[in-house]
Structures are given as C-alpha cells and as structure tokens.
C-alpha cells in the first residue's frame, strides 16, 4: 500500500474522534458560506477548488475537468467518505503535506458533522438545485470582500530585494489555470480569476525581467505578479498544457 495512503488514514484515525456522531444540516448550509467562495456545487464548475458535486466516492485529485490539483493530493490515493473528508477537513496540511489548499481546518468536531450532513446530501447527483444556488449565494458577501483584498500589490515594499519564494522564474498558462514557478523551486497553481498581473515603475519596483509574485486577498488563494514594465507581460508567459 502506498506509504502516504498509510500514513493519511492512520492521520484519519487520529483526527476523526466525532465520526459517527450525526450532524445538522441546516447548520452545515450557513457554515459552508465559508467554502462557497472557493467550491461550487454544480457539477464541472470548478473556481479555486475544484466542484464538490459527486464528491463521496471520488478519488481525490481526479476530476477530469480541474487541472490545479497539487502532486500531493493526486498522488495520495485517499477515496472521499465520510471518515476521510472528516480528517481533511480537520487538519488538511497534517493529512496531506505539500497540498496547496489555503485552509487551516476546523477544530470543532461537531461543526464538521454539520458541515458533512449538509455536503453529503448537497453534492449527490441529482441534488436540488435551488438548495445549492441558495448555498452559493450566502457567499456573496464572502466573496466580495475577498475580491477587494486583490487590489494589493507591492506596497512600501521593495521588489528589488525579495527572497527566492518571491522571485517569479516562470509563467506556464493553460485552460483556466496559471502555473507560477519562483526561485526557489516550487511551482503554485492559480485559478486565472485569482491572478493579477500589474507593474512598478518606481524605485523599489522590479527589475526588468525579474517579475514579482505578492499574495492578495484574505483566502490566501490569490496573488499579483508584478512586472518592470507592461512588455514584460506577455513576453513571460507561456501557453502550455
């Protein structure tokens, strides 16, 4: 068995004291206002995350329609129950290292039970749609002032002496999805409604052709890059699938 399908549900194990205890529903509607601006309920409409609908069941990292999904997560082998989906919501960087949902969990046993009793009946095939829209549009308010977060960018600060985490090396763009790999190595997938590309003239802007990534927004999903110059922009970004 794979060593991170072990070490993922011994971690299940651990996290999932309240497994079996029944949730409310009704109360699981009004708390996923918080995933709602990140997750949509209709089946391939996909955002941040990835659609939940048809969610128990589904191999993690394997909706066909969603190309943003971490190595970590595909590579996990985690089937999507209620045991499993208990534990990520409860800690999702413990249950899976290196996955890059900005999310810290929820501590609260029976708020999870809430949450689940209304997602396990919210993303079935079939499942009304009026009851979903209603879900997403308690979200509005949520999603709006996130938005407003994304009008940062450099600040004060100087985009000529950031560390490597900062340092845009390159830009890949495919479908709905930006692929953006910085100094250091690592490469972070974007949601192309969660990035914004500006530019800096000034004297603590960047170098030519060193562009700048700072996060933006409150979900910890969205980011500007921050180029030299506007020339800059097409020239550094890739179309590739």
Aim: glycine content about 10%.
């Amino acid at each position: 068995m794979n060593k991170l399908v072990v070490t993922a549900l011994s971690t299940i194990a651990l996290l999932s004291p309240a497994m079996g205890e029944p949730g409310d529903s009704a109360r699981g509607e009004r708390d996923f206002r918080v995933c709602a601006p990140c997750h949509s309920l209709e089946p391939d409409r996909n955002m941040t995350g990835p659609s939940l609908a048809g969610l128990w069941g589904r191999k993690a990292g394997s909706l066909p329609s969603f190309e943003r999904y971490s190595d970590a997560l595909k590579s996990s082998g985690i089937i999507w129950d209620d045991r499993s989906l208990d534990g990520w919501l409860t800690d999702p960087e413990r249950m899976v290292p290196d996955n890059e949902m900005p999310f810290k969990g929820i501590k609260d046993a029976s708020d999870r039970a809430d949450l689940l009793a209304f997602l396990k009946e919210a993303t079935k095939p079939g499942a009304a749609p009026q009851r979903n829209a209603r879900a997403q549009m308690g979200a509005k308010g949520a999603m709006m002032g996130a938005m407003g977060g994304m009008m940062g960018g450099g600040g004060d600060t100087n985009l000529k002496s950031l560390d490597p985490a900062r340092q845009v090396k390159a830009i890949t763009y495919c479908h709905d999805s930006y692929r953006v790999t910085t100094a250091n190595g690592k490469t972070r997938h974007f949601w192309d409604h969660n990035l914004r590309f500006m530019t800096d003239s000034s004297k603590g802007g960047p170098e030519s052709g060193a562009p700048a990534i700072m996060p933006a927004g409150m979900l910890g999903d969205r980011a500007a890059i921050i180029f030299a110059a506007p020339d800059e922009i097409t020239k550094m970004i890739e179309q590739r699938c």
